[in-house]
């Protein structure tokens, strides 16, 4: 089971990045699916995710109205579009999976750093 994210780089604050996650190893279309971020010296913290359905997606509220998470099962693969980026938006995000009956988010990926500058 792998994801693979990608998309991260250097931008400056207004900038938009998309980000994306290429999964594989098992099928995914019955979880969920999502990004979390840890930004330096912080602890990861979730960002977006959506359900195997891909209905009602959900964000934390720091990047409500900015990011927009989606999906395409026939591809298994999560996008992060980010607008309007901050410097607090400085990272390194993790996609990740959560069966569709369970709690956990169980399967990660590497990481891509996101870097905004003032």
């Known amino acids: 089971v792998q994801l693979q994210a990608s998309g991260g780089g250097l931008v400056q604050a207004g900038d938009s990045l998309t980000l994306s996650c290429v999964a594989s190893?098992?099928?995914?279309?019955?979880?969920?699916m999502g990004w979390f971020r840890q930004a330096p010296g912080k602890e990861r913290e979730f960002v977006a995710a959506?359900?195997?359905?891909?209905?009602?997606?959900y964000y934390a509220d720091s990047v409500k109205g900015r990011f927009t998470v989606s999906r395409d099962n026939a591809k298994n693969t999560v996008s992060l579009q980010m607008n309007n980026l901050n410097t607090e938006d400085t990272a390194v995000y993790y996609c990740?999976?959560?069966?569709?009956?369970?709690?956990?988010?169980?399967?990660w990926g590497q990481g891509t750093l996101v870097t905004v500058s003032s």
């Open positions: 990740a999976s959560k069966p569709k009956f369970g709690s956990t988010w169980l399967y």
């Open positions: 190893g098992r099928a995914f279309n019955s979880d969920s």
């Open positions: 959506r359900s195997w359905s891909g209905a009602d997606p």
